[in-house]
């Protein structure tokens, strides 16, 4: 008879609005995939597929207090739209990628700037800069029946009530179909995957104490306090 040697770890689940709770499986983050810095540069932005990270399922929280990370003295909001999963896809066409989504919440891709700044230099992986506990904060699911698929709507992120982000979800590089369409022919996505899409300009740094507010017109918003 085989046996777990210990306890397997508790799934990461998120409450869902209308009932019900969302287990967490995996966690892919989409790099800048607003045009902002990338047109006042003079590029193209939409030339180069998109560029795709992940963290771990158990850095998403829904707790309303983040303890400050270890081992920066960088560390940065990035209020995004997050994409929930919801059945199983590979090589999803653009034009199906609704079917396999559940739903949408809003979330904070916390990153610890300066590891990831010295990782970039020295062309190392990222992950500890982007993966550690707590970072990905994100608020209740909301299912596509509810509020369907929204393609416009603006993005904003204040911190203590002042605000340092607003876009339009509409100006993202790539769109969520674009984004599950193409993660589905890298990956095998399934139920619980969730998408951060990415964050407009206005990134900066947070400290304790901080309250942070993220909210995406359509879908919901979210806080936490840096504790
Ligand atoms: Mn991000």
Redesign the pocket.
Known sequence: MTYFVFPPSAPTVLPVSGGGLLPVRRVF?????YPDHVREMGNDPAREPPVFFTKPADAVTTRPTIPFPPATDNLHY?G?LVVVIGRDGRSVPEAAAKDIIFGYTVGC?L?RRDLQTAAKKAGQPWDMG?AFDFSAPVGVVHPADEIGHPAKGTIRLSVNGAEKQRGDIADMIWSVPEIVSCLSGLVHLAPGDLI?T??PAGVGRLFKGDRVEIAVEGVTSHVFTVV
């Open positions: 983050c989409v790099g800048r995939n990035e995004e891709d990153t982007k951060f990415g964050t």
